[in-house]
């Protein structure tokens, strides 16, 4: 894989442990810090992407270092394809570990920023499988997101 590659492929996907993703992260040059292992543990106990406010919030993290540093922490993990960004930029951003093909969909609203999961098998999966086989591309993957109005906002 190459470095441009912001994704982990399947073949190189820590396993799901918070010792492991430390170590996958201190491979791609972060330190270990207290907000690193605190981030990391509240990603994989988590069912759905994560706001930074809902990560401010967190008893955690919240008390021990300020939105900004979260903010960085996130950028370098995001530029290094451990983390990625899911919603509306011009809304509240949420994040999500970035397992390579253990991706799911999502349902965003417009008007609040929230996000839901969509809990059934992705429709895209079988055209993409296609794709790679008919181009020859390696470690394909996609992204699928719905923009909406929620209920609560409607």
């Known amino acids: ?3 441009s590659c912001l994704h982990i492929c399947e ?3 820590p396993a799901s442990t918070v010792e492991s993703l430390v170590e996958h992260c201190r491979s791609k040059g972060l330190r270990k810090t207290a907000l690193l292992v605190a981030l990391l543990r509240l990603f994989l106990n988590s069912i759905k992407p994560i706001s930074v406010q809902a990560i401010q919030s967190d008893s955690s993290i919240g ?3 300020d939105t900004a540093t979260v903010y960085r ?3 370098r993990l995001e ?3 451990i983390v990625r960004r899911i919603g509306s930029h011009e809304r ?3 994040y999500v570990l970035n397992l390579g093909h253990n991706h799911r969909e999502y349902l965003i609203c ?3 920023g929230g996000v839901e999961v969509l809990d059934f098998p992705c429709p895209v ?3 993409e499988q296609k794709i790679a086989r008919k181009t020859g591309y390696q470690h394909l993957y996609h992204e699928l997101q719905f923009f909406g109005v929620c209920p609560k906002c409607a």
């Open 73 to 75: 922490l996130l950028g």
């Open 11 to 13: 073949h190189d996907a």
């Open 63 to 65: 008390d021990s270092c």
């Open 1 to 3: 894989m190459n470095d």
């Open 79 to 81: 530029e290094r394809g």
């Open 110 to 112: 417009t008007q609040c």
């Open 125 to 127: 999966d079988t055209l």
């Open 92 to 94: 509240s951003m949420h």
